[in-house]
């Protein structure tokens, strides 16, 4: 006699972010392994690879999603309020996540979840030691804290006394982001790496 293995019921609950268009939905679950980012900016980008990024992108008003370990940046467009929308998404979500569950499609193509994961995650390649340390502080001090905005950051370039750095999720376009870059982020790397004189976003 087979038995069935029951999964707890997954909870969902949403969270402001500093980004007034982006809301965080976090799961009572392990969404993608630690480590692991996964970018759309598109519907057409989530075709795929990521059943529950198609699912959310099914709303007509969701311009983007951030998924990262047990939650999920969604960015709106201008069309809704997110009193009028917010708690029908996290019932939509934690939904999903109770009927069918998946996140990524187990024929997912590599290079698609590596480009989907190159988008939000990667730092560049560090070509000397400045490079290494901004990259090492970014990690230990300005990631976590960014992460838990439902957002993500990282190092694109260190040239001529400027620091270029990504921002995806609830950051990317984000009034209070820049604020933050600018006094946060700016001033830690002026402290801690000489030569640095300004933090900028890349363009995307």
Same mark, same amino acid.
């Given at each position: 006699m087979s038995q069935t293995l029951t999964r707890p019921p997954v909870s969902v609950y949403a969270e402001s972010t500093p980004n007034p268009f982006t809301m965080r939905f976090v799961s009572s679950r392990l969404l993608v392994q630690d480590?692991?980012?996964?970018?759309?900016?598109?519907?057409?980008?989530?075709?795929?690879i990521s059943p529950l990024a198609e699912h959310i992108f099914n709303l007509p008003f969701v311009t983007g999603l951030l998924i990262s370990s047990n939650f999920i940046s969604v960015t709106r467009n201008t069309s809704?309020?997110?009193? /009028? +929308?917010?708690?029908? /998404?996290?019932?939509?979500?934690? $939904?999903? /996540? =109770?009927?069918?569950?998946r996140v990524v499609y187990e024929n997912a193509p590599a290079q698609a979840l590596a480009d989907a994961n190159e988008r939000a995650s990667s730092h560049a390649d560090a070509s000397g030691p400045e490079d290494e340390k901004i990259i090492r502080l970014l990690e230990e001090y300005v990631r976590p804290a960014v992460e838990g905005d439902g957002g993500h950051i990282a190092f694109r370039s260190y040239q001529d006394g400027v620091v270029t750095v990504s921002l995806r999720g609830?950051?990317?376009?984000?009034?209070?982001?820049? +604020?933050?870059?600018?006094?946060?982020? $700016? =001033?830690?790397?002026?402290? $801690? +790496?000489?030569?640095?004189r300004e933090v900028v976003a890349e363009e995307l």
């Open positions: 480590g692991r980012l996964l970018e759309f900016r598109s519907p057409q980008e989530t075709t795929g809704v309020t997110w009193d /009028l +929308v917010q708690l029908e /998404l996290r019932e939509y979500i934690q $939904e999903y /996540l =109770n009927t069918d569950g609830s950051c990317s376009g984000c009034p209070s982001s820049m +604020v933050t870059l600018k006094q946060g982020i $700016e =001033n830690l790397l002026k402290m $801690e +790496v000489p030569g640095v």
